[in-house]
């Protein structure tokens, strides 16, 4: 369960989405559509501390992100000897720690993980976008480089039945392998053997 990401599907009408999660400011809250991040005021406002509303309605089938992403490159609270310690100041402290862990734990469990089942890599479903091509035997393949590469497979399946007159006649073809240098030598010699089999009933 993710502490705080909303995902929804658009359906090219409705405007307004829940944000279930609590959050310190409105610039922490980041929306995307398919990926693309969206801009407060721009594109999208807050109804009430719960809600957002898109000027446009996402398109139909189009992905929507609401995240937290808290602030990660400064305190928001500095502590000064003999101030007053507030029950504002400290939650804002608190809270800042607590939704930076719950945004890092997000992370993580958003990632590729091993199956404790299986002890094996486990996309749960999920699309594995941006494949190179493989290199060694043991890389992963994309769907791309299959599809350059599956007509030679398709042309080797359509003589599936001549690779096995081959594979039947192997020690023949063998055979033939290990009398390269002789057949070699009467292919140099092939017009004298032409000749011997044109005048043959003189040989005879």
Same mark, same amino acid.
């Given at each position: 369960m993710a502490f705080a990401i909303d995902t929804y599907t658009g359906n090219g009408s409705t405007t307004s989405y829940s944000v279930t999660f609590p959050y310190i400011t409105t610039a922490d809250v980041v929306v995307t559509i398919d990926g693309v991040v969206k801009t407060l005021t721009t594109d999208y406002t807050f109804s009430n501390s719960s809600t957002i509303a898109f000027g446009s309605a996402p398109a139909n089938s189009s992905i929507i992100k609401i995240t937290r992403s808290s602030n990660r490159n400064a305190r928001l609270v500095d502590? #000064?000897?003999?101030?007053?310690?507030?029950?504002?100041?400290?939650d804002q402290d608190g809270n800042q720690a607590f939704?930076?862990? #719950?945004?890092?734990?997000? &992370?993580?469990? *958003? !990632?590729? @993980? &091993?199956?404790?089942?299986?002890?094996?890599?486990?996309?749960?479903?999920?699309?594995?976008? @941006?494949?190179?091509? $493989?290199?060694?035997?043991?890389?992963? /393949? @994309?769907? #791309?480089?299959?599809? !350059?590469?599956? $007509?030679?497979? !398709? !042309?080797?399946? *359509?003589?599936?039945?001549?690779?096995?007159?081959?594979?039947? &006649?192997?020690?023949? /073809?063998?055979? /033939?392998?290990?009398?390269?240098t002789d057949i070699g030598l009467v292919a140099t010699n092939i017009a004298d053997v032409t000749t011997v089999a044109t005048n043959i009933n003189d040989v005879i």
């Open positions: 502590y #000064q000897d003999g101030s007053t310690l507030t029950e504002a100041s400290l939704f930076m862990a #719950q945004e890092a734990i997000d &992370i993580t469990e *958003g !990632t590729l @993980n &091993i199956s404790t089942s299986t002890d094996q890599w486990d996309a749960i479903n999920k699309r594995i976008t @941006n494949v190179a091509d $493989p290199v060694d035997n043991t890389d992963a /393949v @994309n769907k #791309q480089f299959i599809s !350059t590469n599956l $007509p030679n497979i !398709t !042309t080797v399946a *359509g003589i599936s039945s001549d690779v096995t007159d081959v594979a039947n &006649i192997a020690s023949d /073809v063998t055979a /033939v392998a290990n009398d390269a």
